[in-house]
């Protein structure tokens, strides 16, 4: 099967990552791969990993904005690579919808009425409606699709990590510790995730700050947007040095492996691979029961909070904090659910899915 992934941009984010690890995956499954990402490449490390895996790129030089000469250019790429099935990620859609006639697939990514807006919505439920087929990654989203389009999605196919990639490595723990500067025992919380609204890192900082959690250390993994405001946040209440600002990293993993307990305060979310990659390496996860965190996250792998209740996530933050041992026991289960969110997994139901549809098309 000749397979061509969309994208906007190879970006690090969600929603590029799990179309580059689904490339990959299928690759393996013996199809044929290409990704067209709208904008420049520029290369990211995204772009390095589908070279090392001998996966083309290509790309339409997209401007910013709506960029209607990039439809004939995109229309010209598909023409010359002639694919079975093409599939689109975030805004990609709608330039797909304009260049290409065969059949196509769509992910959503986050609930959908936080998916696309005014025009871009409507276009969404045109498309759904004319033969583009939806794939919802969680049920809280497939729910959103009913929702907003009307329609119930075909294919739910939950976001894939590569879960070997987290085991947790005792002398990892070790080692990153060191270099942050921290004790072996003192209890750590990890929040990995874009400093924007949608992350709500006020309400985690807030949270934090409490007198019952003095003795514990946060890192903060990412950046954006919001990230001189909650730095400033972070001196106004106090927290000094007992918070740390990463900034963007490329050892994720050896920091999970450094935590005692991984962090969300999201207002909203699809279904967040940190969260899936925090479970695959050991750690319990406190996180606001937003999208489809509820069903990644259990009362036998962490603690669930309403959306902006700081005292809530607070009070799970300290319940924590000051029984560790309860905290590997989450840990430990943690793990095992994890196995499920493994990236070959998602890619055979995918495989599945284009299979099916090409099968009824013909």
């Not at 695959?280 to 259990?298: D, Y």
Request: proline fraction near 4%; glycine fraction near 8%; hydrophobic fraction near 50%.
């Amino acid at each position: 099967m000749r397979i061509v992934e969309v994208v906007p941009s190879l970006d690090v984010a969600g929603a590029e990552r799990v179309a580059v690890m689904l490339a990959q995956g299928l690759q393996e499954r013996g199809h044929d791969l290409t990704v067209v990402s709208l904008y420049d490449p520029h290369g990211t490390s995204l772009g390095a990993e589908l070279a090392d895996s001998a996966i083309p790129v290509q790309t339409v030089s997209k401007r910013a904005g709506l960029d209607l000469a990039a439809v004939p250019r995109l229309a010209r790429v598909l023409r010359q690579l002639r694919p079975d099935v093409v599939h689109t990620h975030l805004h990609a859609l709608k330039y797909v919808l304009a260049a290409w006639r065969g059949p196509t697939f769509h992910t959503v990514h986050n609930l959908a009425e936080r998916e696309a807006f005014g025009a871009e919505r409507w276009v969404h439920g045109l498309a759904f409606r004319f033969g583009v087929e939806p794939v919802a990654i969680g049920q809280a989203v497939a729910d959103s699709i009913h929702r907003i389009h009307g329609l119930a999605p075909r294919w739910i196919i939950a976001n894939g990590i590569a879960t070997e990639r987290f085991r947790a490595d005792p002398a990892t723990r070790v080692r990153v510790r060191a270099q942050l500067g921290l004790r072996a025992d003192v209890p750590l919380f990890l929040a990995v995730g874009r400093i924007e609204r949608q992350k709500n890192h006020a309400a985690l900082l807030t949270a934090f700050a409490t007198p019952a959690l003095a003795g514990a250390q946060l890192l903060i993994a990412g950046d954006g947007a919001l990230r001189t405001a909650a730095e400033a946040l972070a001196s106004t209440l106090g927290l000094g040095a007992r918070v740390q600002f990463l900034g963007i990293r490329k050892d994720i993993a050896e920091l999970l492996a450094a935590t005692d307990v991984f962090v969300l305060s999201s207002d909203w979310e699809g279904k967040p691979l940190s969260v899936m990659e925090a479970m695959a390496a050991g750690l319990p996860v406190i996180a606001t029961a937003v999208g489809c965190v509820p069903e990644l996250v259990s009362e036998d792998t962490g603690l669930l909070v309403p959306a902006g209740d700081v005292a809530a996530l607070s009070a799970a933050m300290i319940a924590l904090a000051l029984d560790l041992p309860r905290a590997r026991a989450l840990g430990v289960q943690a793990v095992r659910t994890a196995a499920r969110f493994d990236a070959r997994t998602m890619a055979r139901h995918y495989d599945e899915a284009f299979a099916e549809r090409l099968t009824r098309g013909r």
